[in-house]
């Protein structure tokens, strides 16, 4: 089971190939330890992809409890994309 600065490290990698967010949070999902709250997932965007708390929030209160899109994944895709781009 990895630990979670290896998620983070992961995670890292996958913002740098500009890889979907969907990509990203399948990823997450799928590891043992991420603890799949909205609280870490904030904490992995900020740790992986030094994203401001303002930006990732905005981007979680597009997604359900459950993680399931709350919005149309292209809407989704388009704040994932304007994030990534700010980075540069």
């Known amino acids: 089971m990895p630990d979670m600065d290896a998620v983070v ?3 890292r990698r ?7 967010v969907f990509d990203l949070l399948g990823f997450l999902r799928g590891e043992e ?3 799949g709250t ?3 997932f904030l904490r992995v965007l900020h740790e992986a992809g030094g994203f401001s708390l303002v930006d990732s929030r905005e981007l979680l209160s597009m997604f359900e ?4 899109p709350g919005a149309p994944a292209a809407e989704i895709e388009r704040q ?3 994030m990534l781009d700010s980075r540069s």
């Open 9 to 11: 490290a992961e995670a």
């Open 14 to 20: 996958m913002i740098e190939d500009r890889r979907s």
């Open 33 to 35: 330890s991420f603890p």
């Open 38 to 40: 909205p609280f870490t």
């Open 65 to 68: 409890l459950d993680w399931r």
């Open 80 to 82: 994932w994309a304007a």
